[in-house]
């Protein structure tokens, strides 16, 4: 019998806000432990919650981008549980009355298009952090309090790769959004996973088994791969799976049982009594949608569609807004946008990494610690948008060779200066003349007369030694096209 997986994602994003949820204390990583709080994120007697406005804009935000109802109430709730880095012994949350519910997100996976249908997108306050140590234990409290939005998928995910490919797209659009920064390392995403498996073509699900532990998307890919091999293995061997809690470890690659659960637990959710509704107005949401972007899957295929851009162009542009943006601006005023998007994908990309490096290389000198500067953008030019399409117009009337173009283009990139310039400067421009080229082709031709006498007897490939012996002696000017037009006129005369 055949097996296949049913899986489904809850995933745990910080939202991009400077104060916490419920107080003014900083939303921030990396201070030291229990610097970064207060009596109300503390949860002492007396204190009340006010909530974050940015928080609930971002929740509403995320649901446009999600392709989410909004319904017009939503609710707090108070989820009672007791664990040590719970300071109330209890997380205000939404249950029954969300902020978001019903949307759904689109990405791309082994050549189409897939849609997972979200749930819901829910508002609710992040926890404390525990540590362990050899006789102890020890809790951080500064991320206590810190919104966090939980996005709920319905189980429509079938394999460990098209999850990664879903949290991807997810990823993509919270930061590309302004939604969170999405940084794993910093605990600003975490993932639960919900996976049974059936026998392949029934519509009955399995015992559903929670795995939680996740920091990283390969961790949810890698603790999906060996769940659903364990669990086909158990049914294979006549054995009953029940529903339960594992957790992964990342060193053995292994689940391992936490807790059984025959029933979701009594949480004892009742409406928060110190917060009001959420009854979202119009001009919030007017708002609202001005801040909404171009989706990246929407943005991929318009490129494609209006430019005739490859795909994988398009996916470069799709990851990186800015690049998408400034190839965007000069799009239109080219005569190949497919040239243009060469040009910003391997030439401009590649001179931004290296600066970049350059710019981590120097600060870690002074500083081996500190963190690396953010990547350099479009806007970090020294040379104006111009001069990458006069760049690219002198290589296109065969003024400037495809070489001495790369030279030209490093020297923009170095100092700023206009492309005619520097042609003119270093006398770069291509040599076009036909009289000339006759010349240099002739002495080529009375130097090498082996070579010549190889390709009158069939050999190709020895008009190509020709036609770089003919470079070399322009010093890389000559117009390679007419130059081998001229050589081969010449060869079967």
Not at 26 to 31: C, T
Not at 114 to 134: C, P
Not at 322 to 346: C, D, G, M, Q, S
Not at 354 to 375: C, F, S
Request: aromatic share 8%; net charge neutral; charged share 25%.
């Amino acid at each position: 019998m055949k097996y296949e997986a049913v899986i489904g994602l809850e995933t745990h994003v910080q939202l991009k806000t400077r104060t916490k949820m419920w107080c003014a204390c900083p939303n921030q990583f990396g201070a030291p432990p229990n610097t970064l709080v207060c009596p109300v994120c503390l949860g002492l007697p007396g204190t009340l919650p006010v909530p974050n406005e940015e928080a609930i804009r971002l929740t509403l935000l995320t649901g446009m981008l999600l392709h989410c109802e909004l319904p017009p109430l939503a609710r707090f709730d108070r989820k009672s549980y007791f664990y040590p880095d719970m300071p109330k012994n209890y997380q205000i949350t939404q249950y029954d009355l969300p902020s978001t519910r019903n949307g759904y997100v689109e990405f791309e996976f082994e050549g189409k298009v897939h849609r997972v249908r979200i749930a819901r997108a829910h508002l609710e306050e992040d926890v404390g952090k525990s540590f362990h140590f050899e006789h102890h234990s020890g809790v951080d409290f500064n991320r206590a309090g810190v919104p966090l939005l939980e996005i709920v998928s319905e189980p429509d995910l079938r394999s460990a790769d098209m999850a990664w490919a879903y949290l991807t797209a997810l990823k993509e659009i919270l930061v590309q959004g302004g939604i969170s920064d999405c940084d794993m390392e910093k605990g600003m995403v975490r993932c639960d996973v919900n996976v049974s498996v059936r026998p392949r073509g029934s519509d009955r699900l399995g015992a559903k088994i929670e795995i939680k532990n996740m920091n990283s998307f390969s961790g949810v890919r890698r603790a999906l791969e060996y769940e659903i091999a364990r669990q086909i293995a158990v049914l294979k061997a006549g054995g009953t799976l029940v529903q339960s809690t594992r957790r992964w470890d990342e060193l053995t690659g292994t689940t391992e049982e936490m807790r059984t659960k025959e029933e979701a637990h009594d949480y004892r959710y009742f409406p928060d009594p110190d917060l009001l509704p959420i009854v979202p107005q119009p001009d919030w949401l007017e708002a609202l949608r001005a801040r909404c972007i171009e989706r990246p899957l929407e943005r991929k295929h318009r490129l494609m569609q209006q430019y005739g851009l490859p795909a994988q162009d398009a996916e470069v542009f799709k990851s990186d807004p800015a690049l998408a943006a400034y190839f965007e601006t000069l799009a239109p005023r080219v005569r190949n946008p497919k040239l243009l998007a060469n040009w910003i994908l391997n030439n401009l990309r590649a001179k931004l990494a290296e600066w970049h490096a350059e710019q981590t290389a120097a600060l870690r000198t002074e500083n081996p610690d500190a963190p690396p500067p953010p990547p350099p953008g479009p806007e970090s030019l020294r040379f104006p948008p111009e001069a990458l399409i006069e760049l690219i117009q002198l290589v296109e009337n065969q003024t400037l060779s495809s070489t001495a173009a790369q030279q030209v283009f490093a020297e923009m990139f170095a100092t700023g200066r206009r492309p005619a310039d520097i042609v003119r400067e270093k006398g770069l421009a291509q040599v076009s003349d036909a009289a000339q080229l006759e010349q240099l082709c002739d002495q080529v031709l009375a130097a090498h007369p082996g070579p010549a006498e190889d390709y009158r007897r069939g050999k190709t490939a020895a008009l190509n030694f020709l036609k770089g012996q003919v470079m070399k002696l322009s010093r890389g000017k000559a117009n390679p096209v007419l130059v081998g037009e001229i050589l081969e006129r010449k060869l079967r005369s």
